[in-house]
């Protein structure tokens, strides 16, 4: 009859199927199927194949339908669709928006020598040149109180008379504005015209031919954190950089998906920098990779899935700390808690935050296993009862003891200079910062050295045994991921060091896994051996 299937073959099966599904849907944003008889009713052609001569318009106005009036600020009079240009331009700001108001742009393409306003083939988009954040705090010596705030941040604390502007939003300036038109001549099908391209679209009778006009679009991807400004009351005028490129429909297509799920996740409540985190993958990554990177990210989340899972079944089923160093597993915990208050004191992105506040929750109750920890509750009070150790634990802990003993002539000296040079030469935000920054360093710069005491029991002991090996493959496997990723997501370096040191980590686990290989014929901590476990369990035999 049918097998019972494990978890983990359907968690497999479920992730293969996800995977073969998105290159499904991917596929199809990328290919759009062409009208195959061009003389065909249905068939709707380019403008841009008759080879009329166009101009490119760009006017700023307070409101996005122009009411209010509006100001031109740069033309492309012999605009060639083909030629890719960069151009800067220094734009006056209306006393509203320099008032923490907002400004748009209105990019018109249209007819060479006729106003856009009065040309009915024209084709225009709306964007805004605002967007509204709240600024970076300021930093000062917390010994000497001196601070060295940017030039912006002197003109906010000038203009708003304190440092009261930094809790709400204000307006900043987008310093680029990009923009594309599909230069290919495509011919839709009109009942096969996509979704995605159909807002874009416009469409108008010559003859006996539907013709659409010129495909033009606003490049929001582009426009990242690092290119924003800050705008105040002396903000009279600020450069705005105009690129212009061609784009093909199928990249047109992948575009306007991902600039809407940019958009869907600011609904849902993403700041302006953790979108700023996931337009950095796709602008400035080559296609190639990004799709690399899409492969990368779903067997990340997968091994991520899986090592969660085997650790917390490994330690559900831990009854005895034999071979375990449970001062590693108190430092695994005080380390990632470290780690993500760190990372939410950077306002780090929610994909690099998430994982880390789940892995900090797991720690937590590792430890609650290890050192077998009762929490009994009388009223609103609890009580902690701490478990008895047995002989075999009780010299697992004399060796983790004596390994800590040695680090620690090592370790405290530095992590304390550490500490104490970055609060006599470096500013900080606050009090709290300096101590997270601090802890921090000391747990990325010698992290790796609390995973000696482990290592010390597994040679003291000759054995590897005692570890969730499992969980340790899916996570080594993660580890060579993050290499990947730590070159893709933007994240604090000490960080992205840390990926990196994690490896060493592990080689030197995998190198005492050759060197102690597994007894079969030792009892494991549950009285059981594995050959005991392998023998069948058929019937005895009758003389």
Known sequence: ???????????????????????????????????????????????????????????????????????????EENFDVESKFERIVNVSLPKKTRKNGTLYAMVFVHQAGISPWQDPKQVHLVTQLTTYMIPKPLEVSLISGE????????????????????????????????????????????????????????????G??????????????????????????????????ISYDTISLGKLRFWIHMQDAVYSLQQFGFTEKDADEIKGIFVDTNLYLLALTFFVAAFHLLFDFLAFKNDIS?????????????????????????????????????????????????????????????????????????????????????????????????????????????????????????????????????????????????YKFKSVAHLPWKAFMYKAFNTFIDDIFAFIITMPTSHRLACFRDDVVFLVYLYQRWLYPVDKTRMNEYGLSYDEEEKPKGKAHED
């Open 1 to 75: 009859m049918f097998q019972k299937t494990s978890f983990t073959t359907l968690i497999v099966g479920v992730f293969v199927v996800y995977v073969l599904h998105t290159c499904w849907v991917m596929y199809g944003i990328v290919y759009t199927k062409p009208c195959e008889n061009p003389k065909f009713e249905n068939c709707l052609k380019p403008y841009l194949a008759g080879k009329t001569r166009l101009q490119l318009s760009i006017y700023t106005a307070l409101r996005p339908n122009a009411d209010g009036g509006h100001t031109l600020i740069h033309k």
């Open 147 to 206: 601070e060295a705030p940017k030039p912006e941040q002197l003109k906010r604390k000038t203009t708003t008379g304190g440092d009261s502007a930094v809790d709400r939003p204000v307006s900043h300036w987008r310093s680029r504005l990009t923009l594309n038109v599909v230069s290919e001549d495509f011919v839709f099908d009109r009942d096969f015209l996509p979704s995605d391209v159909h807002r874009y679209l416009k469409v108008f009778q010559n």
């Open 208 to 241: 006996k031919k539907m013709v659409y006009l010129p495909l033009l679009f606003v490049d929001e991807l582009s426009n990242r954190v690092k290119d924003l400004m800050e705008i105040n009351s002396t903000s009279i005028e600020l450069p705005l950089t």
């Open 314 to 458: 490994f330690w559900k089923q831990k009854k005895s700390m034999v071979g375990m160093s449970s001062k590693a597993v108190l430092w695994r915990c005080f380390s990632t808690i470290v780690i993500f208050m760190y990372l939410f004191d950077e306002q780090t992105s929610l994909l690099v935050l998430i994982p880390a506040g789940i892995g900090s929750l797991i720690e937590v109750w590792k430890v609650k296993k290890a050192f077998k920890i009762q929490i009994i509750w009388k009223g609103v009070r609890p009580t902690f009862i701490f478990g008895k150790s047995d002989e075999s634990e009780r010299r697992t802990e004399e060796y983790d003891t004596l390994a800590m003993k040695y680090l620690s002539y090592l370790l405290y000296p530095m992590c304390i200079g550490g500490a104490v040079y970055a609060l006599v030469f470096l500013r900080y935000k606050s009090w709290y910062s300096w101590i997270i920054n601090s802890l921090v360093n000391g747990v990325y710069a010698f992290g790796f050295l609390f995973m000696l005491p482990q290592l010390f029991v597994n």
